[in-house]
């Protein structure tokens, strides 16, 4: 009988070690609740307020990037090859 009793008291301690240390484990990781929004009158990315840049969506898939002087060749997911200009405004589509 006291063997069981100690038994199950040690097995029942192991559990409780067990849990706090995970306890502890979780609470020392560095989680913190987030702060407020430090600067609430600038927009969020890709929106912007400066006007000397630009932000565009470029190609999703562009293969075998070459270049000139003037131009920009790719490929596109079709194999079609794409001309574009030195600011990625597609000049001419050739179909393959």
Known sequence: M???YMKNSIIKNNIQ???YALFLMFVSCGYQ???KDKHPHLPIFP???N???SIAPFLSVARGLTYNEKYFFTHNEEGH???LDRKFNKIK????
Not at 93 to 96: F, K, M
């Open 17 to 19: 070690v067990v849990f």
């Open 47 to 49: 929106q912007h307020t």
């Open 51 to 53: 006007q000397k840049i």
């Open 2 to 4: 006291i063997e069981m």
């Open 33 to 35: 609740k987030p702060e």
């Open 81 to 83: 090859l794409l001309i």
């Open 93 to 96: 589509q050739i179909n393959s």
